[in-house]
């Protein structure tokens, strides 16, 4: 593995020995939902620009067809693809986390986890 530099975080930015990759926004399930989470952590007024980038590449793993994760990911879409920035950013964005923390919720249940819970950390 490539020597940290002091002060970077690799995680996010993609320096490691992993090779290059086509998708520019991440592919996956857990990989843009873990980019789209960076987002909303911003404050509401800075977290949808580029924000629905994420969900371009974002693959429902079969298992999840047909369940609640699968209803929770398509209003996650919605709420992310169709908010104008500028135009209730604070609303929608509430709304956005709590989409984002019942689908980790429902992950973690579907992978047998048997009570998951998202914490008081915010």
């Known amino acids: 593995m490539a020597p940290v530099r002091p002060g970077t975080d690799t995680f ?4 490691d020995n992993f090779p290059s990759m086509e998708s520019k926004f991440g592919r996956g399930f857990v990989i843009p939902l873990v980019a789209l ?7 509401p007024e800075q977290a949808f620009y580029g924000a629905a980038d994420h969900l371009d590449e974002l693959i429902l793993p079969a298992q999840f067809a047909g369940t609640r994760i699968e209803s929770l990911v398509e209003q996650l879409r919605k709420k992310v693809i169709w908010h104008q920035p500028g135009s209730m950013d604070r609303e929608t964005a509430v709304e956005v986390r709590a989409i984002l923390q019942k689908l980790l919720v429902e992950v973690d249940l579907a992978f047998g986890i048997a009570d998951p819970q998202i914490g008081t950390y915010d």
């Open 37 to 43: 989470s960076k987002h909303f952590a911003l404050p």
């Open 12 to 15: 996010f930015t993609g320096e």
